[in-house]
């Protein structure tokens, strides 16, 4: 399954099937994309980020698509298990800055079904 | 542990009270942010600290000092609360050199104005 980011949206998946979170980000400036996982009860926590010379990029089960032409970021988890279930947010670094200056998308939450 | 902590976890307070959350990272970064995450999990910067200098400073009330007594410490003030400061506040740090692995995020700090 897939969805679309920004209003924080509820992405169901079967354990074991692959998920895709999509996010729309606003500045065709920045540099530096992130994707973040947030379990209840903790802080945003780092999964994988890319810059924006790169259009792919891949981790353990994560891989992140960008396309600058259409300002899309994705987050795919391939193999999901219980333990991904959490809120996923992407973030954008805002060029011009003395140091990062992310921009957060409004998270998708997703929930991994036994 | 290497990480950013908080203090305190939960803050219950009535409003117009006046309340500190403090922050300390040990990961020998040089920039520390403060976030606000509402009701709807929208994450927000607040503030940004590099070497105790201000140089993020968004639209936040000015009932909200940030306070650097070194880089290794960033604590937030809050004067007068009012019911619509209740929130997450999240302490996050970086290396402004780096521009890799994004932000580490602390745990949180709900408070919670009545």
């Known amino acids: 399954g897939e969805s679309v980011g920004l209003h924080l949206p509820t992405l169901s998946v079967q354990e074991g099937d692959n998920s895709i979170i999509n996010c729309a980000y606003s500045n065709s400036a920045s540099d530096y994309f992130i994707w973040y996982k947030q379990e209840s009860g903790k802080g945003p926590q780092f999964i994988i980020d890319?810059?924006?010379?790169?259009d792919k990029r891949q981790g353990q089960r994560v891989t992140v698509l960008l396309n600058k032409t259409v300002k899309h970021l994705s987050l795919q988890i391939a193999a999901t298990q219980p333990g991904d279930s959490a809120v996923y947010f992407c973030a954008e670094n805002i060029k011009g800055w003395g140091a990062q200056k992310l921009v957060f998308g409004q998270g998708t939450r997703l929930t991994i079904n036994p | 542990d290497t990480a950013v902590s908080q203090t305190p976890k939960y803050l219950v307070t009535q409003m117009g009270n006046d309340k500190s959350i403090k922050c300390e990272q040990n990961l020998g970064h040089d920039t520390m942010y403060w976030y606000k995450q509402d009701s709807k999990k929208f994450l927000k910067i607040m503030f940004s600290y590099n070497n105790k200098e201000l140089i993020i400073n968004e639209t936040v009330p000015n009932r909200f000092s940030p306070k650097s007594p070194d880089k290794a410490h960033l604590n937030l003030h809050i004067n007068s609360l009012e019911l619509g400061d209740s929130a997450v506040y999240f302490c996050?740090?970086?290396?402004?050199?780096?521009?890799?692995?994004?932000?580490?995020f602390g745990p949180g700090t709900r408070l919670t104005v009545l």
């Open positions: 890319i810059r924006s010379n790169m």
């Open positions: 996050a740090s970086s290396q402004a050199s780096s521009t890799t692995k994004g932000q580490f």
